[in-house]
């Protein structure tokens, strides 16, 4: 099975500053990579999939890039809403795996 | 508007059984793939069960492989989760989501989630 881990387990980022997340898979995924954010009590939302393509509606301050097995999210501009925790998703091979999410803070 | 509600969960003794349903509206329900993923309280993500769109093709995580049943009724737009001989660790809430995708497929939309809980 795929293992994606994901880091720094907790960013800590002052308002309008930069976030840079990482995810390495265990084994090369090509770019089916998803990154969701999910903030407490609600569902996970979707941000970019195909390691690079923004979702619907999604601002322009989420960037994804990446391929084979390192990833990387940047929300370039950060606000309070972006409070949240982050996860990647890998949907290139059985079983699809989740890492284990960042946790991005406002300071 | 795409919408995917849950329901069915609540709390049952270790080695019960619970249904959990996911009624879907807003789309062609019988074009994707449906998937149930869990979140154990303060954990994260884990992709548990899917059906393809058809109802045909079904997969199961191994954490509940021969305890858990996915089926999907494409005429009444609802997805379903036959959770079967529970234990204490599947405690967590339970979201279906929509699969986008060829082969295997990431996720667009979500439901709020239906809390189980395993205990005695």
């Known amino acids: 099975d795929i293992i994606l881990t994901q880091s720094p387990a907790t960013l800590s980022v002052s308002p309008g500053g930069r976030a840079t997340l990482s995810c390495r898979a265990s084994?090369?995924?090509?770019?089916?990579l998803a990154w969701y954010r999910q903030k407490p009590g609600q569902a996970p939302r979707l941000l970019i999939y195909?390691?690079?393509t923004r979702a619907t509606g999604v601002s322009a301050t989420f960037s994804g890039s990446g391929s084979g097995t390192e990833f990387t999210l940047t929300i370039s501009s950060l606000q309070s809403e972006d409070s949240a925790i982050y996860y990647c998703h890998q949907y290139n091979n059985w079983p699809p795996a989740f890492g284990q999410g960042t946790n991005v803070e406002i300071k | 508007q795409v919408q995917l509600v849950e329901s069915g969960g609540g709390v049952v003794q270790p080695g019960r059984s619970l249904r959990l349903s996911c009624a879907a509206s807003g789309f062609s329900f019988n074009q994707y793939a449906m998937y149930w993923v869990r979140q154990a309280p303060g954990k994260g993500l884990e992709m548990v069960a899917v059906?393809?769109?058809?109802?045909?093709?079904?997969f199961y995580a191994d954490s509940v492989k021969g305890r858990f049943i996915t089926s999907r009724d494409n005429a009444k737009n609802t997805l379903y989760l036959e959770m079967n001989n529970l234990r204490v660790e599947d405690t967590a809430v339970y979201h279906c989501?929509?699969?986008?995708?060829?082969?295997?497929?990431?996720?667009?939309?979500w439901g709020h989630g239906s809390l189980v809980t395993v205990s005695s």
């Open positions: 059906a393809w769109s058809d109802g045909r093709k079904k």
């Open positions: 195909g390691a690079s």
């Open positions: 084994q090369t995924i090509s770019t089916n």
């Open positions: 989501a929509r699969g986008i995708g060829i082969i295997l497929h990431y996720f667009d939309f």
